[in-house]
């Protein structure tokens, strides 16, 4: 969960308080899904969140994993470099 958090917190910097304003959002939904990035609005933003809820909640499982993963080979990269 805490991953999803991480990045939503880091795609909406600046935005937090109105995510469907920040480009990177806009950028990532136009990406995924085709739509123009410029066309993108609050209601439009939501109504692809809604839609793809199920998606997007493997994308953020996903994207925990492999911050799992980041994590894992910094630990291993710590102990070697105490040896």
């Given at each position: 969960?805490m ?20 480009e990177?959002?806009?950028w ?56």
């Amino acid at each position: 969960m805490m991953g999803a958090v991480r990045f939503l917190w880091n795609i909406t910097r600046g935005h937090r308080l109105r995510p469907w304003r920040s480009e990177l959002l806009k950028w990532r939904i136009e990406t995924y899904s085709g739509i123009p990035a410029e066309t993108l609005d609050r209601r439009a933003v939501m109504d692809f969140l809604w839609h793809e809820r199920k998606g997007l909640k493997r994308f953020l499982a996903w994207t925990n994993e492999m911050d799992g993963y980041r994590r894992q080979a910094i630990r291993a990269q710590h102990h070697q470099e105490q040896r």
